[in-house]
């Protein structure tokens, strides 16, 4: 019913930049709030970011500062502009958006595939 579609990812030297988009399509829905997760190799998937559809957001420590997580509610597009990137920012980036089903009135959690993030040092 709902489809995450990510994209932006790639290889940035430590101290660059990369801009995460992700696009939500369907139909039959409404999105609540939208995350932004990370998985490096090893280690737990951990929230990178969050925000509200009235615009809230919400910052890991080691993003604060860093990351901007922002949204486009015409087209249900989250952003995750990455600045000073470092090597420990290496992860594979997940979309996660709280979707409200029209019929029922139901949340789920749904995710993206994910995208990877590589910065060299």
């Known amino acids: 019913q709902v489809q995450l579609v990510e994209s932006g990812g790639g290889l940035v030297q430590a101290g660059g930049s990369l801009r995460l988009s992700c696009a939500a399509s369907?139909?039959?829905?409404?999105?609540?709030?939208m995350d932004w997760y990370r998985q490096a190799p090893g280690k737990q998937r951990e929230l990178v970011a969050s925000?509200?559809?009235?615009?809230?957001?919400n910052y890991a420590d080691s993003a604060r500062g860093r990351f901007t997580i922002s949204r486009d509610n015409a087209d249900n597009t989250l952003y995750l502009q990455m600045n000073s990137l470092k090597p420990e920012d290496t992860a594979v980036y997940y979309c996660?958006?709280?979707?409200?089903?029209?019929?029922?009135?139901?949340?789920?959690?749904?995710w993206g595939q994910g995208t990877q993030v590589t910065v060299s040092s």
């Open positions: 925000i509200t559809s009235s615009g809230t957001t």
């Open positions: 996660s958006s709280v979707v409200r089903l029209n019929v029922g009135r139901s949340t789920y959690r749904y």
């Open positions: 369907g139909s039959g829905f409404s999105i609540d709030a």
